[in-house]
């Protein structure tokens, strides 16, 4: 995990190539036939502004599968109107009067929603300047979710569903977790986790989309990542739990960068796990597990 996926390189090159053929096809449109036009492309050059020239004012824009919104708390925000500001330059904006904020709301009183965002440029702006977690304060979380997502169980969208998660111990892991949000955030906006989009199956993004968000939280000893889904298998629903393993595996494999068989398991650590949220709520009473 020395370098970013190979698709989100291509995004960013894409951005520059397709400015760049922009400006050409304008600065050609006066040429005559035979005619060979000069082309400053260095004045095109400094004409481009991708996130890496300005964080916030940009010209290229990729858009994304799906919109998503940042979300915080940490002990610094109960009972405040507005946290210890985790991102320094997006404003806060309020929690949307839903029905599903509103059965969550005493939860919710507490977690902040930061800023929303719909295209590559605008993820690379904001993560450039969010406090990564490995300097977060303990017992704080970001949750990045679809738009329209509320971070909670009785969201419509996550109350038939549950989570995959590994818990980390932080020591050990303090220099890799920043890595390891990262990748997991990139794999959630670039929709790599759930192979069932591109199988010309899907029809609409928020509907057909087994994920919902992804969660980093620090803890005293231990760090944990969670990608929660809008559906969890039950009985002989081999179809979804296939798809839900898949998930999993993806997450394991290709974002954490740990081999299959690996075991991980151990002093405040865990494996790579699935637990359905109505299981989590029996705090371990006949919770059936799946595990990669």
């Given at each position: 995990?020395?370098?970013?996926?190979?698709?989100?390189?291509?995004?960013?090159?894409?951005?520059?190539?397709?400015?760049?053929?922009?400006?050409?096809?304008?600065?050609?449109?006066?040429?005559?036939?035979?005619?060979?036009?000069?082309?400053?492309?260095?004045?095109?050059?400094?004409?481009?502004?991708?996130?890496?020239?300005h964080p916030t004012s940009f010209n290229v824009k990729h858009p994304l599968y799906s919109p998503w919104t940042l979300w915080f708390d940490s002990p610094a925000t109960k009972g405040r109107n507005l946290p210890q500001t985790p991102v320094s330059s997006f404003p806060q904006t309020p929690v949307p009067q839903t029905p599903s904020a509103a059965a969550a709301q005493g939860w919710m009183e507490d977690i902040k929603r930061v800023v929303s965002f719909d295209s590559v440029e605008e993820f690379w702006g904001l993560y450039n300047h969010i406090v990564p977690p490995s300097q977060l304060p303990q017992k704080a979380n970001y949750y990045l979710f679809k738009e329209g997502i509320i971070p909670a169980w009785e969201d419509e969208a996550n109350k038939n569903g549950g989570k995959w998660s590994i818990q980390l111990p932080k020591e050990k892991n303090r220099s890799q977790v920043d890595k390891m949000w990262l990748y997991t955030m990139l794999a959630a906006i670039g929709e790599t986790f759930d192979p069932h989009l591109t199988s010309g199956e899907a029809s609409e993004p928020n509907s057909q989309s087994l994920i919902t968000g992804v969660i980093v939280s620090t803890r005293p000893q231990f760090y944990r990542l969670s990608i929660w889904t809008r559906l969890a298998p039950s009985g002989d629903e081999d179809k979804?739990?296939?798809?839900?393993?898949?998930?999993?595996?993806?997450?394991?494999?290709?974002?954490?960068?740990?081999?299959?068989?690996?075991?991980?398991?151990g002093p405040l650590a865990t494996e790579v796990e699935f637990l359905s949220h109505k299981d989590s709520e029996k705090k371990g009473k006949a919770a059936k597990k799946l595990v990669i």
């Open positions: 995990m020395t370098a970013l996926p190979a698709s989100f390189q291509h995004a960013n090159k894409a951005a520059i190539a397709a400015a760049l053929a922009e400006n050409t096809e304008s600065i050609g449109a006066d040429v005559e036939p035979g005619e060979i036009q000069e082309v400053d492309m260095q004045a095109q050059a400094d004409d481009i502004r991708t996130v890496f020239s979804l739990r296939e798809r839900i393993e898949t998930v999993g595996r993806h997450f394991k494999i290709n974002v954490l960068g740990y081999p299959e068989t690996q075991k991980l398991a």
